[in-house]
C-alpha cells in the first residue's frame, strides 16, 4: 500500500467513530423522547392501547401517585348485565307517542356517546387511569345532564310509563352526584372510600346505554 494510502486511512477511521457515536446519541435522545412520549400518553388514558399491565395496575392501585391516578383491579362486567332486564318484566303502561320519543333519543345519544365516550371507551371506566379524574368529573356531569334532558321528554307522559328509563336514569343521575359529592376526582386516599367511587363510574360508564335501553323499553310499555 502506497504512503498516501497509509496515511488517509487512521483519518478515515477517526471519522466513522465520530460519526457512529453521534448517530448513537441521536438514537439515545430519540429513544428517551419516545419513552416520555409513552409514559405521558399512559398517564392521560386516551385509548385501550395504553392501559398499563396487571403489575401496573396493582401497583397504581394500592397508593395514589400524583403523575396517575389509581386504577381498579377488580373485574367489572359488561352493559349486558345491567340492560335488557325489563324484558322479563310484565308490560306496563305504554305511551301513545313512544315511537316519535325514541325515535327523538337516537341520535341524540348516538353523538352524546361518541364525544364523551361509554363502556370501556369512557373517562370513567374503572381500569382506566383516568378514572379518579376531572375527566371522569366531566363525563359525570355530562351524563347526569343527558338523564336529566331524557326524562325532560317524558314528563309529559303519565308517571306509570318509561318505568325502565325513569329507573335508569335516576340510577345514572344519583351515580354522577356521588361522584361529585365525595369529591372522586380527586383520588381519595382510603381503599373503601376508592372502590365506592368505581361502584359510581361503572355506572357512569354505562349511562347513555342504560338510558338507550330506556327508551327501547318504552316501546313494550316496560
Request: hydrophobic share 40%; glycine share 6%; aromatic share 6%.
Amino acid at each position: 500500500m502506497s504512503r498516501i494510502g497509509r496515511s488517509k486511512q487512521p483519518a478515515t477511521l477517526a471519522m466513522v467513530m465520530v460519526a457512529a457515536a453521534a448517530l448513537a446519541g441521536c438514537s439515545s435522545a430519540d429513544g428517551t423522547a419516545d419513552r416520555a412520549a409513552a409514559t405521558a400518553s399512559a398517564s392521560s388514558g386516551t385509548s385501550p392501547s395504553s392501559f398499563p399491565t396487571a403489575s401496573a395496575s396493582a401497583s397504581s392501585s394500592a397508593a395514589p401517585s400524583s403523575a396517575q391516578s389509581p386504577q381498579s383491579t377488580r373485574d367489572w362486567p359488561d352493559v349486558f348485565t345491567v340492560i335488557q332486564k325489563w324484558k322479563d318484566q310484565p308490560r306496563g303502561v305504554g305511551a301513545p307517542d313512544a315511537e316519535a320519543i325514541h325515535s327523538k333519543s337516537v341520535d341524540f345519544l348516538n353523538d352524546t356517546e361518541s364525544r364523551y365516550g361509554s363502556q370501556k371507551g369512557s373517562k370513567c371506566w374503572p381500569e382506566r387511569p383516568t378514572s379518579l379524574t376531572p375527566l371522569c368529573a366531566a363525563n359525570a356531569a355530562k351524563a347526569a345532564e343527558t338523564a336529566k334532558t331524557s326524562l325532560s321528554w317524558i314528563a309529559h307522559e303519565d308517571p306509570r310509563s318509561f318505568t325502565t328509563l325513569r329507573a335508569n336514569a335516576d340510577k345514572v343521575t344519583k351515580a354522577a352526584g356521588f361522584y361529585t359529592s365525595h369529591s372522586c376526582a380527586t383520588a381519595p386516599a382510603g381503599q373503601a372510600e376508592r372502590d365506592a367511587c368505581w361502584d359510581a363510574g361503572w355506572i357512569i360508564a354505562h349511562a347513555y346505554p342504560l338510558l338507550r335501553d330506556g327508551f327501547i323499553a318504552g316501546l313494550q310499555a316496560r
